[in-house]
């Protein structure tokens, strides 16, 4: 019995932890510059839901490393935070990450959106990482101008977009299930953040990031952040709505009195509906994701992890931050369910409806009295979906109090579903040499990972290089660039000076030669085995510092 009533649990819990992160370029996490493992201040620009432990420190370019006589890391060092990777515009740039609970075509378990999107200092002149941890914004009060321009705090969202957030009503029309949803704090005010933000709330501000927006994918006002690919487990369903949606290539429309978040509401109260234009971009490409099993920071079918080739456009110049989101929603909410937003007739105050979405319709009025919905299981019966439900999930009986045979899942209702997500740190890009015809092919080959054994990095990566196993024509221009932090646990393994961060890159024609090279020149100095240099000997392991890259004439 203990088995069955386990494989149900699964069956409803298993979205309720879950996570994304972004190895290439790299995922901040909101980690900065602290010398440890774990990020130091979760809410420093946005809310990434993530394991504490993720993320790459921001780059350094110290000489010879960003440390003080006890090899503690200095801020204060020459080039401390400002190993800034620079990207030619019309280069080719690997993007790649790692889902926790899976996405893909076909996925038995859930409903997935993957959005990459971009922001520049065209958006926010003042786009920065900073030199602290501080929040954006300011710490324990709402955000001001005074704590939002101090240059060591990062800044991303642009204040007056924080505050239209904070100030507009929310969407009403969306899905809150039993959450008491707090009234005061605007759109910043959510299922999954239902407190929303500011300091009467307990300061849950996340930077300078709209909640509702962070969730909710297309969004039905304006944002600065433009759209690059968009990954979906229904492609047919969904791509032709996301492409058309877009702020790439559609206005959007906002109040000039923040507070009213619809024309009606707008005009009838003293106000005047605008619609910004849009970015005047292609819209964003859209595919069906490869499929990814759940419970698993991996690869997936093809052996390599989830990636994205972006060919940097033309038009974009200057500092860059990129942003990755991780959208997902239990499969629980199916055909047979109350709680499925598919049926005729259904939409989002006037939105299209989406079957991602699920609106309003299927709340109950009073939180914590979720209306009772039929879930699929052995056998269906209708159960309420509230914060732990309690029933006889097997229909086994409820029985005495002596025997009770009712069960208890683990259900957090603002967790169904859930918004993930990840940042790089900011980046350049930069014009291409004069002397580089504009039809000529730019590949971008970048370092990913951090010192440190795998699990001292985990769920972050060891070192290794992206693309893997690259095959370029003959005329391909190769950008071979790294940045490392030094502000890395002086604990974690690696060679070389204590919580430095260094890669190598040998070239080699032949790459047995080298090996075999290598493994002569280490058996007669040091005594060493057989097969490869060991690492404790200063000599870096060939799998990190050896990559052939192979050219072909055409």
Not at 175 to 183: A, G, K, V
Not at 398 to 424: H, I, P
Not at 433 to 445: E, F, L, S
Request: aromatic share 10%.
């Amino acid at each position: 019995m203990a088995v069955l009533a386990l494989a149900v649990m699964l069956s409803f819990g298993q979205l309720v932890q879950g996570d994304m992160y972004l190895n290439s370029p790299r995922g901040s996490n909101n980690k900065l510059r602290e010398q440890s493992n774990n990020v130091q201040n979760a809410n420093r620009l946005f809310d990434s839901q993530n394991n504490a432990a993720s993320g790459y420190q921001i780059g350094d370019d110290c000489k010879p490393a960003c440390k003080d006589e006890n090899n503690n890391y200095d801020v204060t060092k020459e080039g401390a935070t400002k190993g800034t990777m620079k990207f030619y515009q019309g280069s080719e740039l690997y993007i790649d990450w790692f889902v926790q609970h899976g996405c893909g075509v076909g996925h038995p378990n859930l409903r997935c959106q993957i959005t990459l999107q971009y922001m520049t200092d065209s958006d926010n002149p003042n786009l920065r990482d900073g030199t602290d941890q501080d929040s954006a914004g300011g710490d324990d009060e709402d955000p001001t101008e005074e704590a939002t321009a101090e240059v060591a705090r990062g800044y991303h969202e642009p204040l007056e977009y924080y505050q239209a957030c904070y100030e507009r009503e929310r969407n009403k029309g969306l899905f809150t299930s039993d959450q008491q949803i707090e009234e005061n704090g605007g759109a910043t005010s959510t299922r999954q953040n239902p407190n929303g933000n500011g300091r009467r709330r307990g300061n849950q501000r996340h930077g300078l990031e709209c909640p509702e927006e962070r969730d909710y994918y297309p969004y039905w006002h304006p944002t600065p952040w433009h759209d690059i690919a968009i990954f979906t487990n229904e492609p047919q369903e969904r791509c032709e709505y996301y492409r058309a949606e877009s702020q790439n290539v559609k206005e959007k429309g906002r109040c000039s009195i923040n507070q009213y978040n619809n024309p009606d509401a707008c005009t009838g109260n003293g106000g005047e509906w605008t619609l910004e234009p849009a970015f005047n971009e292609p819209p964003p490409e859209c595919w069906g994701g490869i499929a990814s099993r759940d419970n698993h920071n991996g690869n997936v079918r093809n052996g390599h992890p989830d990636y994205y080739l972006w060919k940097i456009p033309e038009h974009i110049q200057g500092r860059v931050v990129l942003r990755i989101r991780y959208n997902i929603t239990t499969d629980d909410f199916t055909l047979g369910s109350l709680a499925n937003p598919t049926e005729e007739g259904t939409s989002l105050s006037g939105i299209k409806a989406d079957p991602f979405f699920m609106d309003r319709s299927f709340n109950d009025p009073n939180p914590n009295n979720r209306r009772r919905s039929t879930f699929t299981g052995r056998p269906a019966v209708p159960v309420p979906l509230t914060q732990d439900p309690v029933a006889d999930w097997l229909g086994l009986g409820e029985g005495s109090a002596d025997t009770s045979r009712l069960l208890q899942l683990q259900v957090n209702t603002n967790q169904y579903g859930r918004t993930f997500a990840d940042r790089t740190h900011t980046f350049l890009v930069i014009e291409r040499p004069a002397d580089v015809p504009a039809d000529r092919r730019i590949v971008n080959y970048n370092v990913r990972g951090r010192r440190g054994n795998i699990v001292q990095v985990y769920p972050s990566v060891e070192y290794d290089f992206v693309p893997q196993d690259l095959v370029v024509e003959q005329g391909t221009l190769l950008h071979f660039q790294w940045t490392g932090s030094d502000a890395n646990n002086n604990g974690n393994a690696g060679n070389g000076r204590a919580g430095t961060d260094r890669s190598n890159l040998v070239q080699a024609q032949h790459v047995v030669a080298l090996l075999q090279a290598l493994r002569d020149s280490c058996q007669a100095q040091y005594l060493v085995g057989p097969l490869y240099p060991r690492a404790r000997f200063g000599i870096p392991s060939p799998r990190r510092v050896i990559r052939v890259v192979r050219t072909v004439s055409v």
